[in-house]
Structures are given as C-alpha cells and as structure tokens.
C-alpha cells in the first residue's frame, strides 16, 4: 500500500516535488527535480528526448520509485507502489498511447476497474451510465454517447474517454502527456477547451507537450529539464518562446539552424504546369542541387498533395517532370525512386515505418529488389547497411536488431530518412520532417538536411511550421489555394512577407 508522511506546505499547493532522483544501470536520468503544483493550474513540463520527462511522469503515476526525493500530494508524501495506488489517492495519467478497450462501451471504459456496486454486490449500470453522463456533461462532451462501442470513436473522442476516466475518481492532479500528438486541428481547439474547463473545476494539471502555441495558449507555468536536471521553472507570462527553447537545447536560439553555404548546381527536377485538377493546378518551379527549396502554405494549400503526385502516389492529370532538363514519367513511387527521387511522408508511423519490425528491416524496406539475391534477402548486407546508417545519422539504438516502436520519435524520423538513402537519391522530398519530435531533435534532423544538401542533394521540404521554413530553406515557395501564389529569397522571406502570402485570400478563377 502507498505510505505517507505529514508535512506542512502552502496550502495551496496540490502537489510538491521535491529532490526527486532516479537512475537506471548506473545513469542518472533525473537528477534532483524540484517544483511545485498548484491548485487549478496548468504547469507545462517541457525538455528534449531523454530530459527526464517521462521518468518524473513515471515517478508520480507509480511506475518507478524514485532513489531519493519526495512526491508530496495535499500535504500527504506518498511513495506509490503501483499506478493503481497513485489514481486511488488522486494521481491520473493520460498516456499518449490511449489505454481504451475498444470493444466496451464509453462508461464501461470510464469506470472499468472501480465500477460502482448494488446493495447485493451486483454491477450498478444504471448509476455507471449516470455518472458517466455527468462527467461527460463536466467536460463539455455532450455528444459522447456513453452506450457508444469506443472501437467506432474517433481518436479525439477515445481521448476524451480517457479524461473522463481519469476524474471517475476524485482526481486531484492530471497529467497528460502529448495529449495533442495524433489529432486534427479541430480536435485540438476541442481538447484546449476540456483543459481549460479542467483548472476552471480546479484540478491541477501537468501538461507534457513541445508545441509552443499550446503551451503559451494554456500554461500557467511552464519547467524545463534538460538532461535529467531542472534547467528552471517561470511564470509563462515572463518567457518567450525563444528563451524556452534556449533553456531547453542549451544554447541561443538563433545557433539552431545550421547555415547554408549557398552554393548550388543546376537545376536538377523541373515541374512544369503541374496539375492533379482538383487540389494543385499549374504548379510550376525549379529545384536546384545542393539547394534545399521550401515550400510554406497552410493545411489544405495543396503541399502534400503535390509532393505525393511528383513521387507518384497519386496521379496527374496535367503538366510534366523533368530531371536534368529531360522529361519523365512517374506513374508510381517505383518510377520516383528508379528515378533517383526520395520521399519522406508526413506520417512516419503509418506511412514511413513498420515500426513492429526491426532497424535493420526498416532501412532495407525501400531497396530489397536491389539488394536482394533473386528472392532472397542477404541479411548480412542489410545488417552493415543499417549499422552504417546508425553510425551515419546518429540514431540513438541500442543496436540495429531493435524495434523501431522502442526509438524515440526523432530516430524513427532518422530511420525513415535512412531507408531512403539506401536507394541512393539526387533529390529527397521532406513533407514535415520534423513533425512530433522535440527541438533537440528536430535540430538534428536540419543539420542532418544541410549535410546532405552540401553533399550534393536536392531537397524539397514541406513544413507547416513558418520558423521551420524559413530558418532551412534557400528559397521559398507559398502555396494557397492549390497554386505557387509566390517565391521569395532567403533575404526576403520574412515571417511577415511569407505570412501574409500564406493566408490572403486568393480570387477563384473559372
């Protein structure tokens, strides 16, 4: 059972952290974390890959005990022996991966293990469902039907169940870590209101996430940990974005694009009057090698749609390709790659990866009818090939017989960027390469593009991010409404000129 000890704090302080340490293997992975959590207040938890966010996340759900320190919960220093034990006493944690059983319905899920009994010790549905109704109602969740199988929700409202879950009991204190990793624009509009909703009702939250709109929307506070040490925790009034990112990379913001030596080739891809008639239409631009050439839009400008009709996965209905001044057809992806083209989807995980299946699997995928002998893999070369592309990118493995599911998100993104490497490219298509990584690895992944854009190759990068775009790119495009509305250089594509391209109003033409 969990063991506490009294102890006077403020008391509006829900949760107390004090000197909290833990290590694995002889590695210090935190290392004498102290902050406080009050009271209906939102408290961003932010740092890269490997700072110690999801050990303290760990400490305080009851996954690990901490070597030292203490967790101080309403006065109360608990040492939690179980997760069970931490949501008993107040403590709930909503996972990036959603801990849902699809084929029950929204209140057997919100209540599953602690569901509410009759006097003869029968399940009580109908107060199940009530209160499953009114936690609902709390959250604004009026059209979650607490009958409805979760299997047939979408991800948003899975999540939603989850929180609801998580205050079937008296929760005290909320962490929710990347809540907004895997949802849509809208839904995150959906779940920012839950939030707020949240710390109205006083429940105090510890928020998990690397994208900076939301923390600045959301936070009271925000702490930063950088490899395993508090770096600090501020009023979010007090801090800009700059300086978060500064305190968590540990070095000036302004040192986190790599720069270009601005020298480039020929032209090597030209796309020409290039339409698939409904989503781009007359797209046309150079892309030269050695160059790395954004292209800046808003969801739903046509970006993806063009990258994926260029590497064929969709078709065209109109204009050409050519590389190295001679036209092309690219019909399907095995066109592209025969072609020496590459392409780096926006969702790695359904796109990109197998991530049940090993590195070294995962970097041969694009090229075993190349590397194949007849219809057998030669495992010994693709094993070398995946230990050169560790070695190569940096990606942090423990070696290349592990499952890419176990790799943080910005060495999966590397993994992707190695599968395509091995089949050699001139010109290497990035749609959001840096998507759902934090700012550690996301630098890597820029200075990794620069090396190989001084190498030699041709890069077309989509990002939805406008610093992203205009800290890489040479030059930039700006798509709206299907069609290049504009090319700036890298001297003019400032954050007010792109921006104002990317979001006019562009007249329909008949």
Excluded: C
């Amino acid at each position: 059972m969990a063991r506490f000890l009294m102890e006077k704090i403020n008391q509006d302080v829900t949760l107390k952290i004090k000197n909290a340490t833990k290590s694995f293997a002889g590695v210090t992975v935190l290392n004498n974390v102290s902050f406080d959590l009050y009271r209906g207040e939102v408290h961003s938890l932010l740092g890269e890959n490997g700072a110690g966010k999801s050990t303290l996340i760990k400490i305080l759900s009851g996954v690990h005990k901490p070597d030292q320190g203490k967790v101080i919960l309403e006065n109360k220093e608990f040492v939690f022996n179980s997760p069970k034990e931490a949501f008993k006493n107040g403590i709930a944690t909503v996972y990036q991966e959603l801990l849902v059983f699809p084929e029950l319905t929204v209140a057997e899920n919100i209540f599953l293990g602690h569901t509410p009994k009759t006097k003869i010790g029968l399940i009580d549905w109908k107060k199940i469902k009530a209160d499953s109704r009114k936690i609902l109602d709390s959250l604004d969740s009026h059209d979650l039907d607490v009958n409805a199988r979760v299997g047939s929700l979408s991800v948003a409202n899975r999540q939603r169940v989850e929180i609801a879950k998580a205050l079937s009991q008296k929760t005290k204190v909320l962490i929710m870590d990347e809540p907004t990793a895997a949802l849509a624009d809208t839904d995150v509009k959906k779940l920012i209101t839950v939030v707020k909703r949240l710390r109205e009702q006083g429940v105090s939250i510890l928020y998990v996430s690397h994208k900076m709109p939301e923390i600045f929307e959301l936070s009271d506070k925000v702490s930063v940990l950088r490899d395993g040490n508090h770096v600090g925790t501020f009023n979010i009034k007090d801090v800009s974005e700059d300086l978060l990112v500064s305190k968590m990379v540990g070095r000036p913001v302004d040192k986190l694009y790599p720069i270009s030596k601005g020298k480039f080739g020929k032209p090597i891809l030209e796309v020409n009057n290039f339409t698939d008639g409904l989503r781009f239409k007359q797209v046309s631009f150079k892309l030269k090698r050695g160059e790395i050439l954004g292209i800046a839009g808003v969801v739903g400008s046509g970006r993806s749609e063009l990258a994926q009709s260029i590497f064929g996965i969709n078709p065209s209905k109109g204009g050409s390709i050519k590389i190295d001044e001679k036209e092309v057809s690219i019909k399907k992806p095995k066109d592209a790659r025969n072609l020496g083209i590459a392409y780096i989807p926006e969702d790695r995980g359904t796109q990109g990866l197998v991530k049940e299946m090993k590195i070294s699997h995962n970097v041969s995928m694009a090229n075993l009818d190349r590397e194949a002998n007849g219809i057998l893999i030669i495992f010994k070369k693709e094993m070398q090939n995946a230990i050169n592309a560790i070695n190569k990118l940096g990606i942090r493995a423990r070696n290349a017989l592990q499952l890419v599911r176990q790799l943080s998100g910005g060495n999966q993104q590397k993994v992707v960027v190695a599968k395509w490497l091995q089949t050699e490219p001139r010109i290497l298509i990035m749609d959001e390469p840096t998507r759902g990584i934090d700012v550690g690895a996301k630098s890597e992944i820029h200075q990794l593009m620069r090396n190989l854009a001084d190498e030699g190759l041709a890069i077309l990068m989509i990002s939805s991010e406008l610093p992203e775009v205009l800290g890489m790119s040479d030059r930039v495009l700006v798509m709206n409404n299907g069609t290049i509305t504009k090319e700036f250089s890298k001297e003019h594509a400032t954050p007010e000129n792109v921006g104002a391209i990317m979001t006019q109003k562009v007249k329909e033409t008949a």
